[in-house]
């Protein structure tokens, strides 16, 4: 639901369309901040962008872009006499994630669990000096530089839209999308308490509408609020039954990838002890010859060693090394023979 009124003026420049399709749903929200009587800006930047979702719906970065770029090139071709200007918020979900693009200072909360969870950056100066700690962040509502943006619709030059990651979505998430009329007049726990007892998203905007008229203000701006309560996130059953799948046939496959590993393992430890007791054979041998020079009783352990070497099995070139090694050896032996 939504609601967008004048306020105290007699033009609304703020205006809201959204569409909802089988695979994605686009919501776009805008915020005209030209001084043009006779052309809406809010208005033509939001049906360009409902214009191209139309004709191709989707959610990737390229694509999200390519919706900012139609409204901005909108407003540049229809700006003739004055520059016609907009922020601008664009929210595409496939109902079950969400991917927004952010130009100048129309504000998305992400709601859950009565917690702001996810909430969009303005891009202004205010916004830069609460970043850069010259300001408290809660005071970006007030600060004078609020209004200041370095990224807007129909601006000259360079255009940089924030293009946000793609955040997944809960059963029970509450999404709002605002204007400069409703984030100015109310602060985050108004919102909060807004959302916190209500069953629709009905409920959402008209009480936050409430807070506004109930300050009784001498002027009041042109507000925009949109409220998408995240009832059930879409899940694909068939999906679940390839993930069912996929698992019914990795287990076994991990099994025996597991038991081939210990297999393994345990064959190479076996074989690196082999390996060392053969050292040790040789090596005993070798200070029995030394110590008692051609005395052959002692010259066992030398045999025993010179043995194993040449029955030990061995596809790498360990054998070779260690029969090579052990060759003067066994010579040796065999000349006290």
């Known amino acids: 639901k939504f609601i967008s009124e004048p306020g105290s003026f007699l033009r609304n420049a703020d205006y809201f369309a959204f569409v909802e399709l089988q695979d994605y749903a686009c919501y776009c929200i805008a915020d005209g901040i030209d001084d043009e009587k006779k052309r809406q800006s809010a208005q033509l930047a939001v049906s360009a962008v409902m214009d191209r979702f139309y004709s191709r ?32 918020l664009i929210v595409v979900t ?6 927004y693009v952010n ?17 969009s950056k303005d891009q202004s100066l205010s916004q830069n000096m609460a970043e850069q700690g010259e300001i408290p962040l809660d005071m970006i509502e007030e600060h004078e530089e609020r209004h200041n943006l ?32 409703i984030w100015e007049n109310t602060g985050v726990a108004e919102l909060l308490d807004a959302t916190e007892e209500a069953n629709e998203p009905e409920d959402v905007c008209t009480n936050i509408e409430d807070i506004i008229l109930s300050q009784r203000m001498k002027w009041i701006s042109n507000y925009t609020i949109a409220c998408i309560h995240i009832n ?49 054979q040789i090596d005993e041998g ?30 790498d070139d360990s054998k070779k090394a260690i029969v090579k090694a052990a060759k003067p050896y066994i010579e040796a032996y065999n000349l006290i023979q």
């Open 232 to 280: 059930k996130v879409y899940k694909n059953p068939k999906k679940e039954k390839i993930i069912r799948r996929v698992v019914a046939i990795c287990i076994p496959i991990f099994m025996l990838a597991m038991i081939l590993g210990i297999t393994m393992t345990v064959r190479n430890v076996k074989k690196q002890n082999k390996i060392k007791q053969m050292w040790n």
């Open 57 to 88: 719906s989707g959610m990737s970065k390229g694509l999200m872009k390519r919706y900012a770029l139609a409204a901005h090139k909108e407003l540049l071709k229809e700006s003739h006499d004055i520059r016609l200007e907009a922020s601008m």
């Open 103 to 119: 130009i100048g200072n129309a504000r998305l909360h992400h709601i859950r669990n009565n917690k702001i969870i996810n909430q």
């Open 150 to 181: 370095y990224c807007y619709l129909g601006q000259p030059g360079r255009f940089t839209p924030y293009i946000s990651p793609k955040i997944k979505l809960e059963d029970g998430d509450i999404i709002t999308l605002c204007t400069r009329g």
């Open 94 to 99: 496939n109902y079950k994630k969400i991917r």
């Open 286 to 315: 070798i200070i029995d010859i030394d110590k008692n020079g051609k005395i052959l009783e002692e010259t066992n352990s030398l045999k025993q060693g010179a043995s194993s070497y040449e029955n030990f099995q061995s596809s």
